[in-house]
């Protein structure tokens, strides 16, 4: 198993947006993305995490690279972060 975490700075007002960016990505994401298995959004007062879960390291670096993520995510949550999203790789052991 590896995750992918995702931390964007979102300030509250634009928050609803964020999540109907998840919203509106996180079953394409399941469906055509090779080696996913879950994706969690997690809401905190000072951020917004997503969760990605993939069989494997591999699955994570295609995602960032992909179409789904370049292009539709990151197009559609730019407008809303106040900061350059945090990104983290993470393998189980």
Known sequence: ?????ITLQVDP???VAAVGVYQKYKQPFLET???ATG???????EDVQVL??????????AYL??????RDVV???SPLLKAAPEVGLYDTV
């Open 1 to 5: 198993m590896a995750y992918l975490e």
């Open 52 to 61: 990605h879960g993939f069989r494997g390291v591999a699955g994570t670096k």
């Open 33 to 35: 993305i090779p080696g």
């Open 65 to 70: 690279e992909s179409g789904l993520f370049t």
């Open 13 to 15: 007002a634009n928050r």
């Open 75 to 77: 197009g559609g949550l």
């Open 39 to 45: 994706k969690e959004l997690l809401v905190r007062d």
